[in-house]
């Protein structure tokens, strides 16, 4: 059990961390491509992991696009380019869909980098089985970026939500245990590199088939923000409230990890879900059968705040009742 004192500096150190403090500007940037986009307030696409286009047939196209930070471009070209692909992967999953196609803008001027930068691209859509169909290169500019975007399709009917968790759901992190620190990120844990592409899409298919049987109230990939960042997301964009439990956070994670590193990881392969108890049973026997890990963290509450809690000790990360703070809910729902 960890004590108060330590509750409290995890809160800070939580709120200080950049994985999570930059998502205090999105709010104003929603609220803005809201009100003054052209039909900017469509259902299922700002503050989604992934937008929902509106087709003639049974699917929806989905659409989702990620950037990889210049000091990774500079540093890990390779890396960044794999990471681009995964980023935007983890968004379709996340929805419950299957990516059709990457497209992609790379701007650079060492031609070394680029080709590192292209080779990352080219890995990441052999390991997640998705055609690079279109992109964007400047290969003289004074400025090193990569900003990758995603399609893919899912059922009408099956779609998942991020902001779909109710009152009484347990909030339950989908992840590998069998994977490592992030070589070239160190607040990231790696169950991707050196394993086999079907094996890596063994795990991630786990949301197809949780999609297909309706199982979740909602669902996200566990970002940058962290396991406590993302469950911030999808309980403010759900306008609900919720408790996440340290204890249970700090059992089940890896050894190699310390808890502090562990909460603010973004976690590849990794989902944080919103499920009722009577389907939580089902859902851990399919992670299983999908070679991931499904643990219980916490549960959503009416509250309109996300509190930490340790032993019989309780603090507020966020209070999402005094006006919006990470991802606002839609104002049409």
């Known amino acids: 059990m960890i004590p108060l004192k330590s509750l409290d500096t995890i809160i800070s150190l939580l709120r200080d961390f950049d994985g999570i403090s930059r998502k205090f500007v999105i709010p104003n940037i929603i609220h803005r491509l809201r009100d003054c986009?052209?039909?900017?307030?469509?259902?299922?696409?700002?503050?989604?992991?992934?937008?929902?286009?509106?087709?003639?047939?049974?699917?929806?196209?989905?659409?989702?696009?990620?950037?990889?930070?210049?000091?990774?471009?500079?540093?890990?070209?390779?890396?960044?380019?794999?990471?681009?692909?995964?980023?935007?992967?983890?968004?379709?999953?996340?929805?419950?869909?299957?990516p059709t196609s990457f497209a992609v803008a790379l701007s650079y001027s060492d031609a070394h980098l680029g080709d590192k930068l292209l080779q990352g691209l080219i890995d990441g859509s052999h390991t997640f089985r998705v055609p690079i169909v279109r992109g964007h290169t400047n290969p003289s500019s004074s400025s090193t970026y990569i900003v990758g975007s995603a399609?893919?399709?899912?059922?009408?009917?099956n779609i998942l939500t991020a902001g779909g968790a109710e009152t009484g759901d347990h909030l339950v992190l989908l992840f590998d245990p069998k994977g490592h620190r992030g070589e070239h990120y160190q607040l990231g844990w790696d169950a991707v590199t050196g394993r086999d592409s079907k094996e890596?899409?063994?795990?991630?298919?786990?949301?197809?088939?949780?999609?297909?049987?309706?199982?979740?109230?909602?669902?996200?990939?566990v970002s940058v923000a962290g396991m406590v960042g993302t469950a911030g997301m999808m309980l403010?964009?759900?306008?609900?409230?919720?408790?996440?439990?340290?204890?249970?956070?700090?059992?089940?994670?890896?050894?190699?990890?310390?808890?502090?590193?562990?909460?603010?990881?973004?976690?590849?392969?990794?989902?944080?879900?919103?499920?009722?108890?009577?389907?939580?049973?089902?859902?851990?026997?399919?992670?299983?059968?999908?070679?991931?890990?499904?643990?219980i963290i916490g549960t959503v509450d009416d509250t309109q705040k996300l509190c930490l809690k340790t032993g019989t000790e309780k603090q507020v990360m966020f209070d999402f009742s005094g006006g919006p703070l990470l991802t606002p809910r839609r104002t049409n729902k």
Not at 41 to 55: C, F, N, R, V
Not at 151 to 157: D, F
Not at 200 to 221: F, G, P, Q, T, W
Not at 247 to 268: A, F, G, Q, T
Request: glycine letters at 8%; proline letters at 3%.
């Open 151 to 157: 399609t893919g399709t899912v059922n009408k009917e």
């Open 200 to 221: 890596v899409i063994k795990r991630l298919s786990l949301m197809n088939v949780i999609a297909e049987e309706h199982l979740v109230h909602a669902a996200k990939d």
């Open 37 to 98: 986009s052209y039909n900017g307030d469509l259902p299922h696409s700002l503050g989604e992991d992934s937008a929902a286009i509106g087709t003639d047939c049974d699917d929806f196209v989905l659409l989702t696009t990620d950037a990889i930070v210049e000091e990774l471009c500079v540093n890990h070209p390779q890396a960044a380019g794999f990471n681009a692909v995964l980023a935007n992967i983890m968004d379709i999953y996340a929805a419950g869909g299957v």
């Open 236 to 295: 403010e964009y759900s306008g609900r409230g919720g408790i996440v439990d340290i204890d249970i956070i700090d059992k089940h994670r890896p050894e190699s990890v310390n808890l502090v590193d562990w909460l603010r990881m973004y976690i590849s392969l990794g989902f944080l879900v919103a499920v009722s108890p009577e389907k939580a049973a089902r859902l851990s026997e399919l992670a299983q059968e999908h070679s991931l890990f499904a643990v």
